[in-house]
């Protein structure tokens, strides 16, 4: 029985060297530069709840994010704006419609002494969905969802942008 336990940790041993020499990591981890470890994060349209989402997501990604500027701390200006809803395809027959909703997101990014470390960019993200007319609730419910991943998908590309600085 000893064989076992030993035979099962040297594998699991070896096992966790494999995947850390590769590089492996849990997916949701990233590592920003490390002259973006303090952030000042100054918000324009942004709900409290999207604030507290993107600030969450940066802190994931290594940075302390503070909503009043701090020594050394570089500043992050972001501005979420809605686009207006397309209306793509109608149905008459069923009382589906597809529909397209689409987000952006400005930013750039000034270091403590002002200079400019990354100059004023967009990112988009758009879905089409399909709406139920005879069924407001789900597609209000649906239409929330579909708004909610947009905003997760930038925060992501955010976070993408600010690690290759």
Do not use: W
């Amino acid at each position: 029985m000893p064989d076992f336990l030993t035979t099962r940790l040297l594998i699991t041993a070896i096992l966790g060297l494999a995947l850390s020499a590769c590089g492996f990591k849990l997916a949701g981890t990233s590592d920003l530069p490390p002259e973006l470890k303090q952030i000042y994060l100054v918000t324009s349209n942004f709900s409290e709840q999207q604030r507290k989402n993107l600030s969450r997501r940066l802190n994931r990604a290594g940075a302390q994010v503070s909503s009043q500027p701090v020594a050394q701390a570089v500043r992050l200006s972001v501005s979420l704006q809605a686009q207006p809803e397309r209306r793509l395809v109608t149905s008459a027959s069923n009382g589906k419609t597809v529909g397209r909703l689409a987000r952006s997101l400005n930013f750039n990014l000034k270091a403590a002494n002002g200079n400019l470390l990354a100059p004023a960019r967009t990112l988009t993200q758009q879905k089409d969905i399909v709406l139920d007319d005879d069924s407001l609730l789900s597609s209000t419910v649906e239409k929330r969802s579909v708004i909610e991943d947009l905003e997760e998908a930038l925060f992501n590309q955010l976070i993408h942008q600010l690690k290759r600085i």
